[in-house]
């Protein structure tokens, strides 16, 4: 019998995660960016997947304010294949009082040292950040062993399609170049690089029209 996820014969759901939820989605992702770059490069190894896990229940946390903006690709009987975090036009900035209580997570995730280059990341990445109003998707990921079987573009394509619909661009970044041809597959195109501070690795910001 395989190890690995498989998608399920009757199928899957698109829909915005539960609360209750929010540990499992973390994990998911935790899993799917156990070897991001930008993940390996900020996090200290000892602990590194419990601490990404972290990073992403925080994440879910500054979303939360935004109706609907954690969203998962779900079987009926609740098992999550995908998950995607999403902030409406001229929402996706966290607000300075949220920052500030974050800090002390943060910390726990980057370690007290890791929390001024986190910050200085974060910084570089608002500076390159569009001006025009947009979808934003910083985070989205698919169950280990299910990429290349179309969720993750399943779980993408149906806020793509209401940006469509309502005349609307999106933008993200891909931190990892073996990503971008999915993400053109969707539409996107790469329009730079942001090299990160204090030398590290690339980041490749990419909008659709």
């Not at 899993?31 to 992403?56: L, Q, S, T």
């Not at 409406?88 to 209580?101: D, F, I, M, Q, Y």
Request: aromatic content about 8%.
């Amino acid at each position: 019998m395989s190890r690995h996820p498989s998608v399920p014969s009757d199928g899957y759901g698109i829909r915005s995660a539960r609360p209750t939820e929010s540990g499992a989605v973390a994990t998911l992702l935790a899993r799917a960016f156990a070897e991001d770059p930008v993940m390996v490069w900020m996090v200290p190894a000892a602990g590194r997947e419990a601490r990404i896990a972290r990073y992403f229940r925080l994440a879910q946390r500054q979303q939360r304010p935004r109706a609907g903006a954690v969203r998962v690709a779900a079987t009926g009987d609740g098992r999550l294949l995908a998950a995607a975090l999403w902030s409406g036009p001229g929402c996706w900035k966290t607000s300075a009082v949220r920052e500030l209580a974050a800090l002390a997570p943060y910390a726990r995730v980057f370690g007290l040292r890791g929390v001024p280059r986190a910050g200085e990341v974060q910084n570089t990445l608002h500076e390159a950040h569009p001006d025009t109003p947009h979808w934003y998707l910083p985070v989205v990921g698919t169950e280990c062993g299910l990429q290349g079987m179309g969720v993750g573009s399943a779980l993408l394509r149906q806020q793509l399609a209401e940006c469509d619909r309502l005349g609307q661009p999106a933008y993200l970044e891909s931190s990892n170049i073996t990503n971008i041809p999915f993400y053109e597959a969707l539409g996107f195109r790469v329009t730079g690089e942001i090299r990160l501070p204090g030398g590290g690795p690339t980041v490749w910001p990419m909008w659709r029209g």
